[in-house]
Each structure stands twice: as C-alpha cells, then as structure tokens.
C-alpha cells in the first residue's frame, strides 16, 4: 500500500518534513511505501520551485483541493491556518501530522482536539524534540526508577533571533497569525517535552505562574518602508506546582543575546539527575546514586533508540533526524491504524497550560489546572 501525502506549507517545515520522507526508504525500509503528492502553498511560482525540489508530483493553491484527494495530510502552515484544513482532513477521514503549537489559542484547539477525537484515524502533533535518541534515552532512566522521586524540573529554550529591534516583522509576532511569541514557538515544545518525560512520575502540572514580556512594540516590514507592532511576547518566564510536589521553571526568549537555538531540560530526583542540551544532543549527562557528579553519556550506540536504523557509534545525529524519526512513527501508525503520540489531544494539553500561563501574566495570580 502505498499513502499519497497532501502538504501544506513549503518553507521551514515543509523542507524538513519533505527531507524526513525522503530519508525513509534508505533508513527505515519498514517504514510504509509513500508518494509525496500534492504540495499546497499561495505562491505559484515558489510553490512549483519547492515541489520539484521536494519530490512532490502536483501542487495546489487551495487546501480544500488537495484535503480529501490524499491519505495523509501534513499542515505545515503558520499557526493561524491549523485549524480548518486540520479538521476539514480529519473530518473526511484522513490522518492529520500538524506542526506545533496546534492553534494560537486554547479556544481554536479545541474544535481540532475534538475532530480528532471523532476520526477514527491518527492526529499527531509534530513536537519533533520526543524524537532525539538521548531524550528517548532519558525516559528509560526515568521510567527505570534511576531518578527516584522527582523534586526539580528546569527548561528553557533560548533564541536571539529578534535581540536586534530592526530585525523585520513576521507573522510569528502578530497575536492573530500566532496566538503567542516565545511562549507558544518555544515554550510548547519545553512543555511537551516536559509532560513526556516526567508527566508519568511526577504527574500533571497542579498550579502555574507566569511572566510575558514584549522588548520591542514595533518592527520594519521589509521593503514597504513601514512599521508593524509586535503583538506576542519576545519572552515569557513560568513557574509550576506538579502533583507530587515538584517544582517546575521554564523560561523561553527571543532575545537571549548569544544563544541560537538551545533548548535545555534538567532533572532533578532523589536518586539522580539528568541534563540535556539541545544543541549538543547526541549526549545527555547523567548522574546516579553512586555517582559523586554527572557522566556523560553519548547516546549513539546501536541499542540507543532509533540509531540502529544509522551510523556505527560516534557517528553524531542531527536536528533533521528528530523529523525522520517522527515521521516514521507517525507514517508507521497511519499504515498499521496504531495510535501515535504525540497526539491532538497530547497537543491540547500542551495548550492549556500556555492558555494559564498568558491568563497567570494577565492576572497576576497563579493559575490552577483542572
Ligand atoms: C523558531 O525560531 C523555531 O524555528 C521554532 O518555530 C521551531 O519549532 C524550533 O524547533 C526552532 O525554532
């Protein structure tokens, strides 16, 4: 059997996605038999120029021509464009694989999480980070006892893309296109890498607090001479209570003058403890009850997770591999109708704590959750 892919969106994550289905039949030729079909975008002429780069036989100018003509569809559009050709799929019957965060708002994930909950077909969320080996890794150790009671739970995911106040104006800084700034970009994929490592020992998150914050109110819109405001945050900083009693800081910025794209997780347990850095994610450190500090753990041999599939030891993974290994769960649960996570409803949950978090920083007070 062979799955015709319908793509919305060709850009960032159209080529990283498109990159991940090529990659599959060379590394995982268990993976299903795919044909990249229809690619959906609104320039015609950069829209023909991707397909052809990325392997896709048709395009179309409208999603609703391509929705129900394909047995998957990928929506890899801005934030504000998940929603409706996410349900309108899901509502004909056809596996959805969305980018993150799943909607701008709690409000517009909502109807998703439910249409999700009505096909009888898999939604996933693409929060590619579950898919790194050492963070695989980390959840064995954790699902293993090794870190004991969790008491400490750190993340934050640092940019300084916009640290510069000319830096022009985009649809991620307009609340309607985006929803949020840091929080909803980054901060989801903090908190979704959160809830699957420790949501399974330390529980839900009980209470949260939180800070937004906007550095910049207005930027250039290139060419135009103009200015735009900035609607979203640039940063936002949170506190958590977990059900047993550990304490959760997460932290994300787009303005963290020096650092590119790290995003780093480190737990702390009455057993042990564990770090990990995005950008240096073939390792994760580890320290346990016999330990005096944290080793070093290289998290390439071939019975870590998914690195059987590539290189003899050492030989270092990348970022693109986290969507190769994504996209064969997802492809492989549509193929076997398995159930893939994370799912639309694993992506709501994501969205109800950036929802507290932005009605905690309006407010002022912490924010219980249900
Ligand atoms: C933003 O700069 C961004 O590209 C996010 O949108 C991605 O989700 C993250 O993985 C890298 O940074």
């Not at 993340?155 to 830096?167: F, K, S």
């Not at 109708?337 to 929802?355: K, M, N, R, T």
Request: aromatic residues 10%; proline residues 5%; negative net charge.
């Amino acid at each position: 059997m062979t799955l015709d892919i319908g793509m919305l969106g060709y850009r960032f994550m159209g080529q990283a996605h498109s990159n991940a289905i090529a990659r599959l039949p060379m590394f995982f030729p268990d993976a299903p038999d795919v044909n990249r079909h229809t690619l959906v975008g609104r320039d015609e002429e950069a829209l023909a120029d991707a397909a052809d780069r990325f392997g896709f036989e048709n395009t179309a100018t409208d999603w609703a021509d391509a929705v129900d003509e394909v047995d998957v569809f990928y929506n890899l559009g801005p934030n504000h464009l998940h929603a409706e050709p996410s349900i309108a799929a899901l509502d004909a019957g056809v596996p959805v694989f969305c980018e993150k965060p799943l909607a701008p708002t709690l409000e517009e994930a909502e109807p998703m999480r439910d249409a999700a909950a009505d096909a009888d077909v898999p939604a996933g969320c693409a929060f590619n980070y579950r898919f790194v080996p050492a963070i695989r890794y980390a959840k064995g150790l954790i699902e293993d006892g090794k870190l004991g009671e969790i008491h400490h739970v750190r993340g934050r995911y640092l940019q300084d893309w916009l640290v510069d106040p000319d830096a022009p104006w985009a649809w991620r800084m307009d609340e309607e296109l985006a929803g949020s700034g840091a929080l909803g970009d980054l901060g989801a994929h903090t908190i979704d890498l959160v809830s699957f490592l420790v949501g399974s020992v330390a529980g839900d998150i009980d209470r949260i607090s939180g800070h937004l914050q906007t550095f910049v109110e207005e930027r250039p819109v290139p060419d135009t001479g103009e200015t735009k405001p900035v609607t979203v945050d640039d940063a936002y900083t949170a506190q958590a209570e977990f059900e047993n009693g550990a304490m959760g800081s997460f932290e994300a910025s787009r303005f963290a003058n020096g650092h590119k794209n790290d995003h780093t997780i480190e737990i702390q347990g009455s057993e042990g403890s564990l770090k990990f850095s995005l950008e240096r994610l073939n390792e994760l450190e580890y320290k346990g009850s016999d330990h005096r500090g944290y080793e070093t753990i290289l998290v390439t041999d071939e019975s870590d997770p998914y690195l059987d599939h590539w290189w003899p030891p050492g030989h270092v993974l990348g970022w693109e591999h986290t969507f190769v290994h994504e996209n064969y769960e997802f492809l492989s649960a549509v193929a076997d109708g398995g159930e893939f996570h994370p799912s639309f409803e694993d992506a709501y949950e994501v969205q109800e704590i950036l929802d507290a978090i932005e009605r905690s920083d309006e407010t002022g007070e912490w924010v219980a959750l249900g």
